[in-house]
């Protein structure tokens, strides 16, 4: 498919391709931090929402700031800043999460000088009537505070307009995930992930017709027969993954990924904006509604009811968790997960990653023992 | 460093025997609780405790019970064990000590009792709610969470809204997990106590001022559980006054905490429970004392929120602006002006690996303070709970080499 590989020219030079349609399309640039960061309402700005991950550079910078035993996340974000390889944002976003993305805010608004800096401090917990009220006030406090910095005023048609955009990439996003949950060996893995990771860097216009396309495509091939699949299915579990390359590793050692919870897979997509209601409480309804984010509180078992309901639905064979090392909120929540599958009979593997996968072969023998095991 | 005894028996805080005593006292209630009928609530150190002494209820507290585990070298043991239930080595060795001692009653008194329920505020952390979250499960009993916006640069009034209408909640919370109505007449007085406590507790550390400090960090790390544990009784309130008088009794007999007080240091994050006595002893062997610290003073610091003719009121605004729940430049803005108050020489930071809240924008300040006011800091990695992490000819070496710049600075 020849968006695929489009996808892949994005992928390999993110930072490139926001500078080339930045001046392209005139648009600002601004950079988000997690999947709480409301895509909607700068898009409705007229603005670029930029999704940061760090490039993975080898950690200078940052060491004079953040000490060792913070996420690479947080460290590789904040060294391509001080690189000046983020010099083409205008600004930047914090949605207030963990405790790390905490100080990585404050440390950035104090270091990195260039570009605006706006906090979205959300509330923690997201089950009571007086955080939904809060949730709102906040990204109202947003999108006035948004509008400012870029001289604008956002008006409710343009935030459906925005709205209606991001709901296409998440239904479009929803059918690639259903049919590669039905069918997996449409589709790679690897190539599920850069469908993912590029709705979150490039032009979500663009985005949202080329994923409609992709769905599209795989609908025809899926009505062809199924071919025998002697493949193990494999769900994966986690936050944040960066790692393209896991998805090839676990395919070679005879499994298959059909769904993960991940905030770069299926928690950017899941749950559809409802485009009558009032913008902004329609996009608060979201955040609230979603399954939640480790570093969030909705109920005691919210994630683990979640997880074993997926890993059900899919059909799982067994789940990998994929944690990154430092990762507190995750951590915290990988005994009673892996308790849950456990008791649902689920077997699950744990893998924790500092900020590369290891290069030699452990890791496939690992994945290898798993998938034979299951 | 060869001190008489007779000198040490002078230097020694008499009323530590009356602090444990009333330590061991509240032990024993509260863990005599299911007899007496009584109910235990759980409630994180930046919690409102308030509430739950208008409401009867024995307050617990799992960071105490770790600074006690910690206390007694028993974290490398407990903190492997809650490696063995899953939880990563990376994460906060008091919730990982509590986690591995629930199930065992394992830890220094044997276990802590039971809960009927658990108050969490997370103004000092994300930890206390993903920790929280974990005990309710295992405990099965109600969790109230006093959601505390962080405070990058300021308080909104949205924020505020939040927080207040969450104090009526908590309230609710406890009327229905006690059974009976919360009584508002109560609360005035027990606010009135608390407030007095934290005035006390604020002129205790401010004694400190003086020269030589009657009382160094390291004890205000072992007086201060009282404010924590117990605000809000007039217990506490007698304790402090009693320590108060024997403070300004030191000062007026030129009685330091250390022998020969020459160089005045401010300690920054928690301290390293398991080994208080090693690092008070090696910087007193250095003639450096620890006049103050951004932890223990963090109990009084709501003390400018707070109006104590409307206690419940003005709660929100106290809980959510706490030295921890604010950005790194006002943490920096902070320990200056503690610097400057207590005419510090020096700052020593603890990089506490357990602590990512309090210890993730040190260096930041370290820089403020170093471009500021020129004061020199040591930077020391360590853990709070899990000796594991202490290496201590590394930290020796660094504060020997860190009183030699002290040393250049005066001479
Ligand atoms: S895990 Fe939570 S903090 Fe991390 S990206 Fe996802 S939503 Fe954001
Ligand atoms: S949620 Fe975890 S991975 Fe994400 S920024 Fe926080 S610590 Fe890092
Ligand atoms: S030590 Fe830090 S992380 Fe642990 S409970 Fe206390 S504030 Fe939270």
């Not at chain 1, 700005?45 to 947080?74: D, M, N, T, W």
């Amino acid at each position: 498919m020849k968006q695929i590989e489009e996808c892949y020219q994005i992928l390999k030079d993110p930072n490139g391709y926001v500078k080339r349609f930045k001046a392209e399309s005139g648009r600002k640039v601004i950079g988000t931090f997690c999947s709480y960061a409301p895509e909607e309402i700068i898009l409705a700005a007229g603005a670029h929402p930029f999704r940061l991950f760090g490039s993975g550079e080898k950690i200078r910078l940052a060491e004079a700031h953040l000490q060792s035993y913070c996420c690479s996340l947080v460290r590789g974000a904040l060294e391509d800043a001080l690189g000046g390889r983020l010099a083409f944002l205008d600004g930047v976003v914090f949605p207030h999460t963990c405790d790390s993305i905490q100080r990585l805010s404050d440390i950035w608004r104090l270091n990195v000088p260039a570009c605006f800096h706006l906090d979205l401090i959300l509330p923690v917990k997201l089950d009571t009537d007086g955080a939904r009220q809060y949730m709102i006030d906040v990204l109202r406090r947003f999108r006035g505070e948004l509008g400012e910095k870029l001289s604008v005023t956002i008006s409710d048609e343009e935030l459906r307009a925005a709205i209606r955009i991001c709901n296409r990439i998440r239904a479009a996003l929803t059918r690639i995930y259903a049919l590669k949950g039905e069918r997996p060996e449409i589709l790679k893995g690897s190539v599920l992930y850069a469908l993912v990771r590029a709705a979150m860097i490039m032009d979500r216009t663009r985005a949202a017709s080329f994923l409609e396309e992709v769905a599209a495509e795989m609908e025809k091939e899926s009505t062809s027969k199924a071919a025998a699949w002697p493949k193990k299915r494999i769900f994966l579990s986690g936050g944040v993954c960066n790692h393209p390359d896991i998805y090839t590793i676990i395919e070679e050692a005879g499994g298959e990924v059909v769904g993960d919870d991940f905030c770069t897979g299926s928690r950017y997509f899941s749950g559809l904006i409802d485009e009558k209601a009032d913008p902004v409480t329609a996009i608060a309804d979201r955040y609230l509604e979603r399954v939640v984010c480790p570093a969030k509180h909705r109920g005691l078992t919210n994630r683990a009811d979640h997880l074993v309901r997926l890993a059900r639905e899919k059909q799982a064979r067994g789940v990998i968790f994929f944690l990154l090392k430092f990762c507190d909120p995750h951590a915290f929540d990988y005994p009673y997960l892996k308790e849950a599958l456990d008791q649902a009979g689920v077997p699950s593997m744990l893998l924790e990653v500092e900020d590369r996968l290891s290069a030699d072969g452990q890791l496939r023998t690992r994945f290898e023992a798993f998938v034979e095991m299951i | 460093m060869a001190e008489k005894d007779e000198e040490k028996e002078k230097r020694k805080i008499k009323t530590v025997a009356k602090m444990k005593e009333i330590m061991t006292a509240y032990y024993i209630d509260a863990k005599t609780a299911g007899q007496t009928g009584k109910k235990v609530a759980w409630i994180t150190s930046g919690g409102p405790v308030e509430p739950l002494i208008a409401m009867d209820v024995i307050p617990v507290y799992p960071e105490n019970h770790g600074a006690m585990v910690g206390a007694s070298k028993m974290g490398a043991d407990l903190c492997g064990k809650a490696e063995a239930m899953g939880y990563s080595s990376d994460l906060c060795s008091y919730a990982r000590a509590d986690i591995a001692c629930a199930p065992i009653n394992g830890g220094p008194i044997g276990g802590l009792p039971r809960p009927d329920m658990l108050v969490c505020c997370n103004n000092i952390c994300g930890t206390v709610m993903k920790w929280y979250e974990v005990q309710a499960r295992f405990f099965k009993v109600p969790l109230f969470i006093l959601d505390t916006p962080f405070c990058h640069t300021g308080f909104s009034a949205e924020a505020k809204r939040y927080v207040k209408g969450q104090i009526n909640e908590y309230i609710a919370f406890l009327e229905k997990a006690c059974g009976k109505r919360f009584d508002y007449d109560r609360i005035k007085e027990v606010g009135r106590l608390s407030v007095q406590g934290q005035r006390l507790w604020q002129e205790i550390l401010d004694t400190a001022m003086n020269r030589p400090a009657p009382i160094s960090a390291f004890d205000a790390f072992f007086h201060l559980a009282l404010i924590v544990t117990l605000r809000g009784t007039q217990q506490t309130v007698d304790y402090y006054k009693m320590l108060l008088a024997e403070m300004r009794q030191r000062v007026s007999e030129g009685i330091g905490a250390v022998p020969r007080e020459k160089y005045r240091l401010l300690w920054d994050n928690l301290p390293v429970w398991y080994r208080t006595k090693w690092l008070s002893e090696k910087f007193a062997s250095h003639d450096a004392c620890l006049v103050a610290d951004t932890y223990t003073s963090a109990w009084c610091g709501a003390l400018r929120y707070v109006d104590e003719n409307d206690f419940l009121g003005s709660m929100a605004e106290c809980h959510t602006r706490i030295y921890l729940n604010i950005g790194v430049d006002e943490m920096a803005r902070q320990v200056i002006e503690m610097a400057d108050k207590y005419d510090v020489d020096g700052i020593v930071m603890h990089s506490n690996r357990s602590c990512k809240p309090y210890s993730f924008g040190q260096y930041d300040i370290q820089r403020i303070i170093r471009e500021q006011k020129g004061i020199p800091t040591l930077m020391i990695e360590a853990d709070m709970v899990d000796e594991r992490s202490f290496s201590e000819g590394q930290i020796e070496t660094r504060i020997d080499a860190f009183i030699e710049v002290l040393k250049g600075k005066k001479s």
